[in-house]
């Protein structure tokens, strides 16, 4: 790492680091009066969970080189590509596959953008895959319309680095060129949620003392008031345990207000909701009981959860991923990155079956593609790869239907 940032680009004069903070870094303040960062928007739970739930959700599915079949029918994994096992197993020396995947996702998540440097070869090809962290990149555009990157080392130092070797993920974006920054497009739903923690939380802590005013008819000289104040300094510390015992027309004056009457739990639910949909994840996916909606059961609800909040995101970065990293003939060739998210719109075991099934009496999948398809071994006999149909089945020529007599092909 510390030979790329000493080898990149024109080293630039030293500036503050401020200058190099997005906005998203430097903290603005919300109308609770909390500043909200991609740091404070994580220590809200419903946020840490809607990123780690698509995060997760990606990553487990993994990415995949994939090009056309000689024959044209199909495509099939480019194990033997350079790029195929760094998208699939060691995009560096340090991470995972998962690990990386999963980094960048909650990069997106949070401030909308993603940095990768890409490490190339003389040749062209991807050797490496570093990522960088969001608060470590100033994104410029040129007259041109050009970018270039500015990327501060661990140094301070800064060093412009061309559009080429940078990757750069965009989420959803108003200007082309840099994604929308989540933490502030939902400051205030994450600083109400921020702010009704602490307040919650302060609640509980001095919920034991006493919040109110003792008042007692006629003055009390010096002496009786220090008396006072100490005995309610000792029953407060006590714990108050014991109820308060009042003569002299003395009368308590509560000033606090319960957690019933502020409705904490009602609107921190509620604060949930509205981080669920800034995040577009589904409240049911971060374990809110009874969140599931208008999904009758909960294979519909997971296969909803992938096709409309997994399926944009894993689309988004194959498309990225193919024009960053694949060269222009590799395109040509049809080479494309894929992401399969279709282990998880599998229903349950015995739906699964009897679709299979259904494909396989039809001439869709053989057996082995059977077997695939579950993640298991092909069979070794030439029975794997034959394909059947329905005897009773007929294929419309012209005007009349012409029974197939042969089932095995």
């Known amino acids: ?37 991609w740091s404070t928007a994580l220590q809200v739970t419903a946020m840490f969970a809607c990123a780690r739930v698509v995060a997760e959700g990606i990553a487990q599915c993994g990415f995949k080189l994939r090009r056309p079949k000689k024959n044209g029918r199909g495509s099939e994994a480019a194990t033997d590509h350079p790029l195929y096992r760094i998208l699939h197993r060691r995009p560096n020396s340090w991470q995972t596959a998962f690990e990386f995947w999963e980094m960048l996702v909650f990069h997106l998540m949070l ?35 050009s970018l270039t990157y500015e990327v501060t080392g661990s140094d301070d130092r800064v060093r412009r680095i061309q559009a080429r070797d940078i990757w750069h993920l965009r989420g959803p974006s108003w200007n ?45 000289n010096e002496d009786q008031h220090k008396l006072m104040t100490k005995w309610l300094k000792n029953h407060a510390a006590a714990g108050n345990a014991d109820p308060l015992v009042l003569d002299r027309g003395a009368k308590w004056f509560t ?10 739990i009602e609107t921190r639910r509620f604060q949930v909701e509205e981080i669920c949909r800034a995040a577009r994840v589904m409240p049911i996916m971060l374990g ?39 060269s222009e003939r590799d ?21 699964r079956q009897e679709g299979l099934q259904i494909m396989r009496r039809n001439g869709v999948i053989n057996a082995n593609g059977w077997l695939s398809l579950e993640d298991m071994d092909p069979r070794e006999d030439e029975g794997g790869e034959q394909f059947i149909v329905e005897g009773n089945m007929a294929v419309q020529d012209g005007r009349d239907l012409v029974p197939i007599k042969t089932v095995i092909a």
């Open 1 to 37: 790492m510390a030979g790329i940032f000493g080898s990149i680009g024109a080293r630039l004069e030293r500036k503050s680091a401020l200058e190099f903070l997005p906005g998203f870094l430097i903290g603005q303040e919300s109308k609770s009066g909390v500043a909200v960062t």
């Open 111 to 145: 401030v909308g953008n993603a940095f990768v440097y890409i490490s190339w070869s003389g040749d062209g090809r991807v050797l490496e895959l570093i990522p960088l962290e969001p608060r470590r990149v100033t994104v410029k555009q040129g007259t041109d319309l």
């Open 176 to 220: 082309g060129w840099m994604g929308m920054e989540t933490v502030k497009l939902a400051q205030e739903a994450l600083g109400l949620a921020i702010a009704l923690e602490e307040s919650h939380a302060r609640q509980h802590r001095d919920g034991l003392k006493i919040p109110g005013m003792y008042s007692i008819d006629g003055p009390l």
């Open 255 to 264: 000033q606090r207000m319960t957690g019933a009457d502020a409705q904490h």
């Open 288 to 326: 809110v009981p009874g969140a599931a909606g208008a999904y009758d059961n909960g294979e519909t609800m997971f296969i909803a959860h992938t096709m409309h909040t997994l399926a944009p995101w894993g689309g988004r970065m194959e498309q990225s991923a193919e024009v960053n990293l694949l």
């Open 331 to 351: 395109q040509a060739q049809g080479l494309e990155v894929k992401v399969n998210l279709a282990a998880m719109m599998r229903g349950d075991f015995k739906s």
